[in-house]
């Protein structure tokens, strides 16, 4: 741990105690996680269609700090902003959209994956703008999932607390991402792209190069994917997979779909439908090809590939804006702007950059 590590944690450590001050003299019982967001250079809406996503790992997070109690109560406080919430662990919490839902959330699917998890004293802290993109739901389920399976049982390998923070979003917040955004922020490595295979849930990090940096600008639109905007484009990849499957039954993911195959399921889906599938095919081999663009320092190619990226899910996703469609067009005139495009969900949110 650095000695700037080490300091935040003796603050986190402090104000934990200045908020619950029957911990003085027990701070060895405390239990201090951190998870960061996330931002993704390419591969949107992907990872639920099976396919590739190439995120990184940010140095804005989430942090908690807690401190098991007997029972099955918990009260925790955040240190931004000053809420406090109490609630009981339940067989399962009543869904809601409250900062402290995500943990109450969280906390169950830990139990419905065998964790041992009782009552709990905790401090958060977030610097994680809410709505931006940036994974921050994603960071605070994790960061749940950190905190509440160490003390009480054996360490909980990063991509199973991955796979139980997206359990938690799917059946308790009612959002069915894939599991992009708890891997990103689960098992992101400094300096690194993780290329993962969102089917196989194989990865492998791939460095930034080093005259490269990552930029990422808030439109200052907030989004909601709890709308049912995101659910929608997931529900219209999987009337697509339906239509491919009923000649071929081989086909269960959008994956599984060449554009050849879909040209010929035209006739028996929708013209929206068609394009949701095209941007996600084509998205695939974006990303791809930006792997070994990023090994080969390749800076025209990449600009390319973030720009068709933008343009599909502009045209065919239908998830940018026009705050992110006008943000992203000036962006590419700036000097040493390599390439822009808008990150995350979409609806809002965040563009990233890699620039000069």
């Known amino acids: 741990m650095s000695t700037a590590q080490e300091a935040g944690r003796e603050a986190l450590v402090e104000r934990f105690i200045e908020a619950f001050p029957d911990a003085a003299g027990h701070e060895d019982e405390l239990v201090v996680t951190r998870a960061p967001g996330r931002v993704n250079l390419i591969g949107e809406h992907t990872d639920y269609n099976g396919g590739f996503v190439l995120p990184f790992a940010i140095d804005m997070d989430v942090r908690l700090v807690v401190r098991p109690r007997d029972g099955s109560g918990v009260r925790i406080t955040r240190a931004d902003t000053g809420e406090s919430a109490a609630f009981e662990l339940g067989p399962f919490p009543a869904p809601g959209s409250a900062w402290h839902d995500y943990i109450a959330g969280t906390a169950w699917a830990l139990r419905q994956h065998d964790q041992p998890v009782g009552g709990f004293d905790g401090l958060l802290l977030s610097t994680l703008p809410i709505g931006s993109g940036l994974s921050s739901s994603a960071a605070l389920e994790v960061v749940t999932a ?133 941007h996600v095919i084509t998205e695939n081999e974006r990303v791809l090809d930006a792997v070994e663009a990023l090994r080969a320092d390749d800076h025209a190619s990449l600009g390319e590939l973030m720009a068709e990226s933008q343009a599909s899910m502009r045209d065919l996703y239908d998830i940018t804006c026009p705050e992110i469609d006008e943000l992203v067009a000036l962006t590419i005139e700036a000097p040493g702007v390599v390439g822009s495009r808008m990150t995350g969900g979409g609806f809002g949110g965040c563009t990233v950059s890699l620039v000069q």
């Open 146 to 278: 950190w905190a509440l399976s160490a003390p009480r049982g054996p360490s909980v390998p990063p991509l199973e607390i991955a796979r139980i923070a997206q359990f938690a979003e799917n059946e308790h917040v009612g959002v069915m991402c894939g599991l992009m955004d708890q891997f990103a922020s689960a098992c992101g490595v400094a300096g690194h792209a993780l290329l993962f295979d969102c089917r196989s849930t194989e990865w492998q990090a791939v460095p930034l190069p080093r005259d490269l940096s990552l930029v990422v600008i808030h439109s200052g639109v907030s989004h909601g994917h709890a709308d049912n905007a995101y659910n929608d484009r997931r529900a219209a990849c999987e009337r697509v997979v339906a239509a491919a499957a009923a000649a071929d039954p081989s086909v269960t993911l959008l994956l599984d779909i060449d554009m050849e195959r879909l040209h010929a399921c035209r006739g028996r889906i929708s013209a929206s439908d068609h394009d949701r599938a095209h």
